[in-house]
């Protein structure tokens, strides 16, 4: 079975979604991505929770692709920032400030192409992991 890494890295972006409801679960046989709490209500199979062929797919937190990548970015891309990036990310908004900090830097388009490829890289791992073939 072969599924699209992009299909994956959606459902980790869906995940990430800010609800503590969204989740994604992908059937390990079929490779069909199941979304539960998603606003479109497209019914979900009623053994989902209990049949271990569905596995719940992680968020992006569950990678460490929040706070810690944002300071890995910085100590690469702009280390004489690192004490300010560590003060945004002690107080509320840190996401919108370090998005609007990377703006006044011209590092943005470097920010957003070193967070997708963290991604994909942490995504098949994981289908690797669990065994999905991605392609």
């Given at each position: 079975?072969q599924?699209?890494?992009?299909d ?24 069909e991505?199941h979304?539960?709490?998603d ?24 990678f ?8 890995a970015?910085?100590?690469?891309h ?6 300010l ?5 002690n ?14 830097l ?29 392609n």
């Open positions: 079975m599924v699209k890494i992009e994956i890295e959606m459902a980790i972006e869906f995940s990430a979604s800010g609800s503590f409801d969204s989740e994604a679960y992908i059937n390990i046989q079929t490779g991505i979304y539960v709490d606003p479109v209500d497209t019914p979900v199979p009623n053994d989902l929770y209990e049949n271990a062929k569905f596995v719940c797919i992680p968020s992006k937190a569950d460490n692709l929040g706070k810690p990548l944002a300071i970015f910085i100590a690469e702009c280390p004489e920032k690192l004490d990036v560590y003060g945004i990310f107080r509320s908004g840190a996401f919108s400030k370090f998005k609007s900090l990377l703006a006044s011209n590092q943005l388009d470097n920010w957003y192409a070193f967070e997708q490829a963290a991604l994909r890289n942490a995504a098949l791992e994981w289908c690797n992991e669990i065994g999905i073939q991605c």
